[in-house]
């Protein structure tokens, strides 16, 4: 029975899906109005919004790098997506396309720049940052687009049922297909294997260059479509969009599991990273807490989630030497 159990709480997943189920159970009792309607329909937009963003964040983390520049592709999409419906009359279904060709070009051109020119990551998404942030600002002028079509304010803002919002829809979508290319595609071995051990990933002939470019190119694909998804919940193509994606993005996949060396990811764990977020934050809300104590929690949660990966780690070298 033990055994059973160890090798239950050995998945990335378990931990923070207890930590989810004890936190909507305390919460519901001392604010009953959590379990409302209105409110799951809020924090299930949430989460569709913010697992999209984890799970752009996650591709780089398991390559063992990050993506700064994350939120600037978002941002960047965002109000291209509205532009091109607004001033060029492209129907929303053309700009979606459009909207993913950027994001996933903005993507593999700051992938390509890292795997040619062997600059830390950190450093060039870190540049990458500030240039697509500043394209947004040139094409927009610091100010929003309104041209947003009904069909889009309608799915970021109805519900497919009861108060299951239409945006869960690419949520669910973004996340079998991630867990797919990490399971089951090579390119996600690939991935993963050069987050593991780089140098031995070389020897295995496993092309680094283009892998790494196949990771920066999903994760900016990944953060057009949350971008997109954004705007369809907000309503309106912001400037602002992205600019406060970075923590969340780190924190949710940490939580869930993910080793920030590379190598390791879950993408069930970083689900319920999201959802503890989420929480945490509504809760917040409803408790009518300053917000800015969300960010604190944020940074309590990241040390704790990497202490109990480096536990994980120590347990495991120990039980390997044992054998």
């Not at 979606?96 to 994001?103: D, M, P, T």
């Not at 480096?310 to 044992?322: D, H, P």
Request: hydrophobic share 60%.
């Amino acid at each position: 029975m033990s055994r059973t159990l160890n090798r239950l709480f050995d998945n990335d997943w378990v931990g923070p899906a207890l930590v989810c189920f004890v936190a909507i159970v305390g919460i519901s009792i001392l604010q009953p109005s959590f379990l409302s309607s209105f409110n799951i329909f809020v924090l299930l937009s949430a989460i569709a919004v913010n697992m999209v963003v984890a799970l752009g964040q996650l591709v780089i983390i398991a390559i063992g790098q990050m993506n700064l520049a994350l939120g600037a592709f978002g941002g960047l999409v965002a109000i291209s997506f509205v532009a091109v419906m607004e001033l060029y009359g492209v129907p929303p279904a053309a700009a979606v396309v459009v909207a993913l060709a950027i994001g996933t070009i903005a993507g593999a051109a700051t992938g390509f720049v890292i795997a040619r020119t062997g600059i830390s990551a950190f450093i060039i998404t870190l540049a990458g940052l500030q240039i697509f942030k500043g394209i947004n600002l040139g094409i927009t002028e610091a100010q929003p687009f309104y041209g947003v079509p009904q069909v889009v304010k309608d799915f970021g803002n109805l519900s497919i049922f009861g108060p299951i919002p239409w945006l869960i829809v690419p949520m669910v979508i973004t996340s079998l297909a991630m867990w797919y290319l990490f399971n089951r595609l090579r390119i996600g071995r690939y991935i993963l294997a050069v987050g593991g051990n780089r140098t031995a990933a070389e020897l295995s002939g496993i092309n680094v260059t283009a892998t790494i470019i196949w990771a920066f190119a999903i994760s900016g694909a990944l953060a057009a479509i949350a971008g997109m998804m954004l705007v369809a919940r907000l309503q309106i193509g912001q400037p602002t969009i992205g600019d406060d994606w970075l923590i969340s993005s780190f924190a949710a996949p940490v939580i869930g599991g993910a080793v920030l060396a590379g190598g390791h990811v879950s993408v069930g764990g970083t689900f319920f990273g999201v959802v503890i977020i989420a929480i945490i934050t509504q809760a917040l809300v409803l408790f009518a807490i300053d917000p800015f104590v969300v960010q604190i929690v944020l940074g309590a949660l990241i040390l704790w989630a990497v202490g109990i990966n480096r536990f994980r780690e120590i347990r495991v070298a120990k039980l390997n030497e044992a054998r």
